[in-house]
């Protein structure tokens, strides 16, 4: 690989990053005020995505369980991405399309909100859990890219959808990481005070 093609990918992501910037800084906020309603109200997060959005999930989950930049008392999250016991029964017994879906219905309540990460907005499992979670009252955030899919479709005015607009699936994904990491300050801020620069 030529350090060109290096620098070539350092820079597409940073312009992205910044472009990102103004169109995602309302919906990030707006995604922050619900989870920390969620979160003040006694109620968790629920997490899912498919390969690298998985890893996402848990990356959420890690930061809310542990700690982001400052310590506090442990904030409820679950990764739906790490039982493999669980998903590979769903799976086995049913269908991969419910290995989210089926936790959404065990382990979520009113007033929790899913966290659900597709770059291509046309996961079917992450559709039918959001489709689950529509069901038992909560609330959804939505990560996707490109046009958004059949995710941007499913979501309700009561939902908060975070739409990278790129098409490459590398690129959605650094954004999706930056997006995260905003939430956990953003939460962090809300809940335990600090400056909000």
Do not use: W
Request: net charge negative.
């Amino acid at each position: 690989m030529s350090t060109q093609r290096i620098l070539t990918h350092f820079r597409e992501s940073a312009e992205l990053k910044i472009k990102a910037a103004e169109v995602l800084a309302a919906p990030i906020t707006e995604a922050v005020e619900l989870m920390f309603l969620a979160l003040s109200n006694g109620n968790k997060i629920l997490a899912c995505g498919n390969g690298g959005s998985a890893a996402d999930c848990q990356h959420f989950a890690a930061e809310l369980i542990g700690r982001f930049e400052r310590e506090r008392l442990p904030l409820p999250a679950i990764a739906l991405t790490t039982d493999t016991s669980i998903m590979t029964a769903i799976a086995n017994d049913y269908q991969f399309n419910d290995v989210y879906a089926k936790q959404v219905q065990a382990l979520g309540q009113a007033g929790d909100i899913l966290l659900a990460i597709s770059t291509s907005g046309n996961s079917a499992n992450v559709i039918n859990a959001i489709e689950a979670a529509l069901e038992r009252d909560m609330r959804v955030i939505a990560l996707t890219g490109k046009t958004g899919g059949k995710i941007g479709e499913l979501l309700t005015e009561a939902d908060v959808h975070i739409c990278v607009p790129h098409d490459r699936t590398a690129r959605i994904q650094e954004v999706h990481l930056l997006t995260i990491h905003c939430l956990c300050d953003g939460i962090d801020t809300a809940l335990f005070g600090g400056e909000d620069e």
